[in-house]
């Protein structure tokens, strides 16, 4: 189990984040440049329309013989029931598998201790093509997989293959057989949602005996930022706050819409005793660019720089001084700690102990904030002007981006 700890700044109580991953010891605890939006549209161009409540017919009322009313009550149509029931067999389970090492062997063959699973999670049935039908899921899913299977809602289970990655938005595209695939699910617009709106998240919470649950609930909060660790460094991932119940294994699940439409796919919760339904979602707007890049090339394109950093409020006093040689004001900032050779960074002469205040004009506190500028502002190929502290003056550089 690895655990996220919220920074103090970023809210009043001290919670953990828990990405929404189940595995035999337990839950594992455990973001991007939106490009052109293609949400799946209803035939007149527009989102099909929300109903506005649910309405429960009352009928034939008669008193029984202990003077009560009793009342026979007929459902009228559910909106959020009709919109489980268009995108339920779209959600499927999705399987992490790795070979099992004892010592210094490591084993192929499952009888003797070979791939086994090591965790579950969800997955979204997004596009169906020729052979092919792909799901997007969460990367912390299947990170460190030697094998992925998919499970679908009737029990079966069928290989997948990984077709990209990006552990910064914690998102991966993946593809199976297309003959096995029944439904696929649509995307809405995520920045149409309004607070209160209802919404429902689908998934497999603790595994896949309980596949295909549902839980109900309303948008809590819109454009949250959590700053998240991955194994590509800190980043702020924007995300849909819900209250709707989101356990581990709904990782890579659905955040639908009263029209069944996909608004989110489930990613984390906060999970702390007596914080309760605090959960979050990677918008569908942030998701469809990246599911876009991930068909495409494998992986995300991004701008790159060629430098390790670290945060300057991460050090103490006398390093900054007597180190670094900033001034006693100087408390924020990113330290480059190392320069790879042949990048952007050397052409460019920067050096380590550099200290990064600003890129073009924008200041940037930390490594997330210098990133999330990089990653959703700069572009491969163009120039950038950064301005830095180099033992203890002030001055700036300017270097072209190239990709990685």
Known sequence: M?????????????????????????????????????????????????DKGNAAVMQNNK?????????????APNSMVNAISKINEAVVGVVNLQKQQT???????????????????????FKKSGNHAFIVTNNHVV??????????????????????????TDLAVLKTDSSIVTEVAAFGQSSKLQLGEQVAAIGNPLGLD??????????????????????EGQWDLNVIQTDAAINPGNSGGALINSAGQVVGINSMKISESGIEGLGFAIPSEDVMPIMKDLLEDGKVKRPYLGVSLQDVGELPDTVLQSQLGLPANVKEGVVIAAVETASPAVSAGLQAKDVIQ????????????????????????????????RNGKQMSVTLKLSEK
């Open 358 to 389: 600003s890129v073009n004009g924008t200041k940037v506190s930390n490594t997330s904030e210098f990133r999330k500028y990089l990653y959703s502002k700069a572009e491969i190929g163009e120039k950038v002007e950064i301005g830095l502290y």
């Open 63 to 75: 008193a029984d013989q202990s003077g009560l009313n009793v009342q026979q009550t007929a459902a």
């Open 143 to 168: 990170e460190g997989a030697d094998k992925v299977e998919i499970a679908l809602k009737n029990g079966k289970r069928a290989a997948a293959e990984i077709v990209g990655t990006d552990p910064l």
């Open 210 to 231: 309980l596949a295909s649950s549902v839980t109900q609930g309303i948008v809590s909060g819109k454009d949250r930022t959590i700053p998240v660790s991955t194994s």
């Open 2 to 50: 690895y655990e996220q700890e919220l920074k103090k700044e970023k809210r009043q109580k001290k919670g953990r984040l828990q990405p929404l991953f189940t595995s035999f010891t337990g839950a594992i605890v455990g973001g991007a440049t939106v490009l052109y939006l293609s949400p799946f549209l209803g035939a007149n161009g527009e989102l099909p329309t929300m």
């Open 103 to 125: 010592g210094f062997f490591q084993f192929d063959d499952p009888a003797q201790g070979g791939e086994q699973e090591a965790g579950t999670g969800s997955g979204v049935v």
